[in-house]
């Protein structure tokens, strides 16, 4: 029998997070975000979809080759060609987990598959079998269970352990499920599937409704031993259940909750922020653990009752989930093996030299600017440092812009195209505005610039501002990211990644829109 002795958190923020429009990441990125999952002990980390595309398929092998304490999972739909490719990305791993899937509900199984709920038993099984002869650990997900009729969930269930499924998941696919009936559900599945005692339940909560973390927790209480959940509750549409929201509601109420999550919470802050610099969704202020007024005070009447005594107000501690780690870590007179020993605590580790050099000498340009240089700050010089190491067709060499009370705004750029330098210029209703109709005067893109955003990296003045900027062209949409204590420059940094990212070319398959 599978061992229940600890409730399994199972991380797909490179995978269902990466859906969200605008949050593809590279490899290396992934790599990052997968290293700081391993730092939080999460016991699964859903790496990718692997025969979504060569850059999808690499991505999850380097995981598989890099990640040791973490069981390193790959997505595949019921076909033998997804399993496959699947298996031969997490064969490297320490621990492999193959994820297969198919729909299960009355309309997905009509419109989408066009198939016989008999005829989705029989591929169900035949994926799961296919997935053995991998490996030993292969999970099965009935997509769109929320939606599905319970006597056809117990049937497919029963087959698909019986094939060799070692973990079961329940989706609610849609985030149609309300927290009452979703744990009777799960209540019901463990108690009328005859041979449920030899997989681990396991639930996967969008967030269309806003109960995705309010189902996650009424499965457990139900008997579900894993949950699917995304670094800042990323994901498709809505999102996903969060996972900072789950491990630390159980472990808050531990008077209610008989389990507990094996997760480093001191890591959850870190791996919040790395998950927003490096896809470009900034964290709510107002967000729940993670938030910048997650521990904050402005009522008087709160601000004495703290002063007095913690848990007044706080039902769990700043430190407890990182916040301790938003202090001073360097300096401008810090010296190199400083500051690679910082980035190795947060996770960062460069493929090269040179990258490290180019980092080192971009933080010693920051602290000529900054007194104070801050663990954002260093994410930050990470992710610029990559994108400028990556291949691109166009990079920024100078910029100057006119911002003057009665005087239309101007800027004038240098900007590097396939190796060349050319010179542009434009007008516009704003700094920001020249600076992009500028470079578009000599790409002429065809993009759409769908989001602009600002959020500044740290508090104070001089703080770093990071710019995103999201283009869609062609049904295709990225997101440029930039940072620079200048927020213009930032903004033109921001406009050109995306430029680079799109001109890459390249649509990711989607996993659940594909016919199977």
Not at 251 to 263: A, S
Not at 280 to 304: R, T, Y
Not at 332 to 341: M, V
Request: glycine letters at 8%.
């Amino acid at each position: 029998m599978p061992a229940n002795d600890h409730l399994v958190i199972f991380d797909t923020t490179l995978r269902d997070g990466e859906q969200s429009p605008g949050a593809t990441m590279t490899k290396a990125e992934k790599l990052r975000i997968a290293r700081i999952l391993e730092k939080l002990r999460v016991d699964v980390i859903e790496a990718g979809f692997a025969i979504a595309s060569q850059g999808d398929f690499e991505a999850v092998k380097s995981i598989a080759e890099s990640i040791k304490e973490s069981t390193v999972c790959s997505l595949a739909r019921a076909l033998d060609k997804d399993i496959d490719r699947a298996a031969e990305a997490i064969r490297p791993a320490e621990r492999g987990r193959i994820h297969t899937f198919i729909a299960t509900s009355p309309i997905h199984m009509q419109y989408k598959l066009q198939m016989q709920p008999d005829d989705v038993v029989d591929q169900a099984v035949r994926s799961v079998r296919r997935a053995r002869s991998h490996v030993d650990d292969v999970e099965f997900s009935c997509e769109d269970a929320g939606r599905s009729e319970l006597d056809f969930l117990c049937r497919i269930i029963e087959a698909a352990i019986k094939a060799g499924a070692t973990t079961i998941n329940i989706p609610d696919t849609v985030g149609y499920a309300i927290p009452e009936q979703f744990g009777e559900t799960i209540r019901q599945l463990l108690n009328r599937v005859p041979n449920a005692d030899k997989a681990v339940f396991s639930v996967h909560c969008h967030n269309d409704l806003g109960l995705a973390v309010a189902n996650s927790l009424a499965a457990v209480s139900s008997g579900a031993r894993q949950v699917e959940c995304t670094i800042n509750g990323l994901g498709e549409r809505a999102g996903n259940a969060s996972l900072e929201e789950l491990v630390m509601a159980v472990r808050t109420r531990q008077d209610l909750y008989t389990i507990d999550t094996r997760v480093d919470a001191q890591h959850i802050v870190p791996a919040s922020r790395l998950v927003s610099t490096i896809t470009g969704f900034p964290v709510q202020p107002n967000k729940a653990i993670v938030g910048a007024n997650a521990f904050a005070h402005e009522s008087g009447i709160h601000q004495d009752g703290v002063l007095k005594h913690r848990e007044t107000y706080e039902i769990m501690r700043a430190q407890d989930v990182g916040w301790h780690t938003n202090s001073l870590v360097l300096g401008k007179h810090s010296g190199r093996n400083a500051f690679r020993s910082r980035l190795l605590e947060l996770g960062i580790q460069f493929e090269t030299e040179t990258e490290l050099n180019e980092a080192f000498t971009r933080f010693k340009a920051l602290a000529d600017l900054k007194h104070e240089i801050f663990d954002e700050d260093l994410q930050a010089i990470a992710s610029d440092t990559r994108q400028k190491e990556e291949d691109g067709r166009y990079g920024l060499v100078t910029m100057q812009v006119c911002s003057e009370t009665g005087v239309i705004p101007r800027a004038r750029l240098t900007l590097l195209v396939d190796g060349r330098e050319h010179k542009v210029e434009a007008e516009g209703s704003g700094p920001v505005d020249a600076t992009f109709k500028a470079i578009e005067s000599l790409v002429d893109s065809g993009c759409n610039l769908q989001l602009y955003s600002v959020n500044n990296i740290t508090s104070g003045t001089d703080a770093q501002g990071e710019v995103t900027v999201r283009l869609e062209r062609g049904g295709r949409i990225v997101n440029g990211i930039g940072a620079d204590t200048d927020i213009i420059i930032a903004s033109a940094k921001a406009y050109i990644e995306a430029l680079n990212l799109i001109s890459r070319g390249g649509v990711r398959q989607h996993p659940q829109g594909a016919d199977v």
